[in-house]
């Protein structure tokens, strides 16, 4: 073994192949994979090696696509066959609602260039003979489905990265890290130490255990899966027979099973409701090629609605179990990327479909690494969504809970109860005697609605607009009409201080500095001109920031801050829930801050994009006057004890203004209707400032900050695609995100977000459109659950579109 290495891979699974492949691929060729054992020797040996393009999220569903495309270029460049299977298969759907999400599927893939086709039970038959079509109400056809060989596969991605230089040292264990002073590597290994630029930490079933030597806890968690193969099948023969192919592979929702063709039998998965975790709090180090004890009755249930869908298999005598584990995060994406503080330290582990997926997972994590971003949207399997808060115990309620609805719908204003509460904030309590429903965003629990009685105070799971309907809109009403109060306490909140803090912001983000006691509104983008975060930034002293934005992106807008933190002269600071948050808003806001602050808070010596520390009531406060609603409003920043003092001052001072609690949800309203943006839909890594409409949130003027060079480049170049508000002509269901926006007869673009705009009393959607189909009067449709309904394009935000009521 060499001493020395550019990229020290850990683990020779599926995953860690692909991720050598592509550092390799990338011209990176000093590389090294380290594998305790041989290859595949985790959870890849055991996988039953099938493979979809299938995902809840596009952006993923876009990599595993790429993967399927992947094996022939491994194939052909290694000369190890990957035993390719690509039957195509169906994915059966047992109920009227899960059409509707095999619609939607089928909608979000057709703008991501997939080739999926909506069949009738009837057609599901005649290609999947098996299936007793009276049980189901239709299903989803793909044609980049089937299956392969995990061994071969393994090996071809290994055999092609070795070629092109990468070494690969098998049966030897990296037993421990440390880190120099630059940054670099010391590994520990069975068979020596070597130094690595980089560590990669692949180490499926033991990355946990990886994760540890470098005081990182990762949320991953293995679970035990089964899946049986059939003796050889008459039926199976037959349709061999009749049709010249093998038995196109199935998947049946409703029966929680997954099926595919294995020499003359089946092979029959499921994920069984009654779900096992598998080494909850360490993984043996011993735990060689070995498979874990069957155990039938586990998956009894499901297997009966099995035998009723698919009827040969009642007379198929059973060949062989297998029982083995594989890891999970707790929403079922992978972990992908570097870890915020952990310089040179990456991850790519919980990668539950590592035959779907690895290879997107090793393209991207080859392009962040060679060329400092992933250059595809891989926020859904980005590490930094997950953080600190996590634990070992949240992790494994999460994994199994996730793990038991691997094949459940989840319905757009659907909240999982798994590990709940978990993080609360000093007005929880108050919001529960309010009768709010809760959603969960980084497991901190926020108010998305609030509901007329404890008796209604839950969802009713739908596609369509839903029980919440009436009650957000009073909400809306009382923001537009009078004052609502709303918590922001799952904002993220960023303090940064020192003499060197001007200069730091100044370089690091797009817009010009606010002057003391003001605020702006700043894009932050990444070297390549793209869109990384949309923050509020104000300046409370000269040398005080505070830099307000997404909770949901706190850690990865920290890995990108720490990133770029220099030795010394700036404090920065990431103040979680040490700091939370009310807001209030609407035309009688001002009247009520007024009731309890000494200060002058009139228009002219408080306006719009003011900011400022005084005392609201007794209680010390940051106050910044702008709110998401789009009408006039203060946000209320104070430490968690003052909370629910504060909270009940504001209750009992606005009563007779009529105050009235708003959730999420009504924020979400109302933010549609004045054309505002959000962290992770409108705008992501794959936008620049001016396709998002945030150009006059830039300054060009200004010499020097990250990004300047690409952003003025595509502003040269002229938008690819640009940022749309459209009014859709909906009837019982709005937009959910993700649905394809048409224009004669060809699919132009793609709604971000939307809903219902109570106020205008419009449903909105807000999407992207290329550029040359980008044509303000041109009739455009946009697409929900399968029907294509008419859509006109907003000149501008349809609630106070100059502004005057957030101004006034
Ligand atoms: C029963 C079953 C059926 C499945 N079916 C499918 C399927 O049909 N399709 C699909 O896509 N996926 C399937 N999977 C999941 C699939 O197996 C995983 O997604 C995949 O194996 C993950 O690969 P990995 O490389 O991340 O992890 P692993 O395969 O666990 O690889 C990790 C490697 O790292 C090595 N390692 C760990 N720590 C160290 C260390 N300190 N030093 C050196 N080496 C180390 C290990 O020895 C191991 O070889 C199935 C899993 C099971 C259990």
Redesign the pocket.
Known sequence: MKSHTRVLV?????????VLYHLAKAGWTDITL??????????????????HTLNGDPNVAKLQQYTVELYREIEALSGQSCGLHLTGGVMLAGTKERMDWLKMAHAKGRYLGMHTEIISAAEAKKLMPLIDEKQFAGAMYDPLEG?LD?YGT?HAYAKSAKLKGADIVLR????DMSQREDGTWDVA?EQGNIHAEHVV???????R??GR?VGLELPVLA?????FLTEDMPEVAEINASTGKEVITALDFEGEI?M?QERGGMLL?TYEQACKPWSERE?P?DFGQNLLEPDLDRIAPSLEVGFRHFPAFENAGIRRV??????FAPDGNPLVGPIRGLRNYWV???????????GGVGLALSNWMVHGDPGFDVWGMDVARYGDWTTLTHTNAKVRENYARRFRIRFPNEELPAARPFRTTPVYDRLIDHNAVFGDMCGLEHALWFAPSKAEAKDDFSFSRSNDFPHIAAESAAVREGVGLLEISNFAKYEISGKGADAWLDKLLPNRLPARGRMVLTPMLNENGMLIGDFTLAREADDRFWVFGSGLAEQYHMRWFQAHLPDSGVTLRAHGLDLVGLQIAGPKSRELITRLVHEDLSKEAFPFMAFGRFNVGIIPAIVGRVTYTGDLGYELWVKPEHQRALFDFLMKEGADLGLKLFGGRALNSLRLEKSFGSWSREYRPIYTPWEAGLERFVSTQKPDFIGRDAMLKARDAGPVRKLATFVVDALDADVIGDEPIWRDGKVVGWVTSGGYAHHSKASVALGYVEAAAFDAGAPYEIEIIGERRGAKMAAEPLFDPKGLRMRG
């Open positions: 850990i683990g020779g699974g599926v995953v860690g192949c692909s380290i594998e305790r054992a041989e290859l595949t020797a985790g959870s890849t040996w055991h996988a039953a090696g099938g493979f299956h995990p393994t030897n264990r990296v037993v290994t930490n692949c180490g499926g079933l033991w990355a255990e990886c030597m679970m035990e899966h089964m899946y997954y595919r998965g993984t180090w297998i029982n083995g584990p594989f890891t790519a582990c919980g990668v539950m479909a590592g035959f779907s997926q690895g």
